[in-house]
């Protein structure tokens, strides 16, 4: 008699069956990100095509109405600036000239890059995603240190070795230190995409995206009433310029 355990089929490893499970939740979630970001670009440009353009009309008319009005002595001209002292400082030199100067590398930063470079280096890649991965993080090493940033240097080393790229070996031990360093890395994405999210819902356009949705469930289109308020102003604005003029 057959074993009645024979034909069943092996339970999958608790750790590789949470990453297959993460894989699929992390895509899903960069995706309604992206979809997020999309939409939030979209209105941005619509806001600024039939929103802005007509800020910008309204900001000239008004301008030419203050002139009007001055010219008629109905207001007061705007007083002049303080003249510059030309001897005064100018920050922006200032900036100009540090961003210029720039001090020889340190014997620590030459540390730090020099085993950031020996454990990434690209020749090191087992396959070409890895090598891709590699060439990424050499030219964020290679940035930070033309920029004399060790610590950023030392960030990018410890994210290295905490990565499930930096474990070498091919035994069973080694296969289950990536699979949690992995997840891991899953685990602090999802966290940061909630980041981005609540960043982004926190921006104006976030915040006006909603209200517009806001608006739409209550049976009213805010954009179009924002679109008509502005236009109002531009006819109000340029029938006192016609009146002045």
Not at 20 to 26: E, G, I, K
Not at 46 to 64: C, F, K, N
């Amino acid at each position: 008699m057959l074993d009645q355990f024979a034909l069943q089929p092996a339970d999958l490893d608790p750790s590789r069956s949470r990453l297959a499970d993460l894989d699929v939740q992390l895509a899903a979630r960069e995706r309604d990100l992206a979809t997020f970001k999309s939409e939030l670009q979209h209105l941005q440009a619509r806001y600024l095509r039939d929103v802005g353009a007509l800020y910008a009309r309204l900001t000239e008319i008004e301008s030419a109405v203050a002139e009007e009005e001055i010219r008629a002595g109905l207001r007061r001209p705007p007083e002049d600036d303080e003249p510059a002292d030309s001897d005064a400082p100018d920050d922006r030199d200032d900036a100009a000239a540090a961003c210029a100067y720039r001090s020889a590398p340190s014997d620590d930063l030459k540390r730090v890059f020099r085993d950031l470079a020996k454990a990434i280096h690209p020749d090191l890649a087992l396959d070409e995603p890895a090598r891709c991965r590699r060439h990424s993080l050499m030219s964020e090493a290679n940035r930070a240190y033309a920029e004399r940033d060790a610590d950023r240097l030392r960030l990018i080393l410890q994210a290295w070795e905490r990565s499930p790229e930096s474990v070498p070996d091919d035994d069973p031990e080694a296969e289950r230190l990536r699979v949690e360093r992995r997840i891991a890395q899953i685990d602090e994405r999802l966290v940061a995409i909630e980041g981005e999210f609540a960043d982004l819902r926190a921006s104006a356009i976030g915040r006006l995206q909603q209200k517009i949705a806001d608006a739409k469930r209550q049976g009213w289109d805010l954009f179009a009433e924002m679109v008509l308020q502005v236009k109002r102003e531009v006819t109000r604005a340029t029938a006192q310029l016609a009146r002045l003029s």
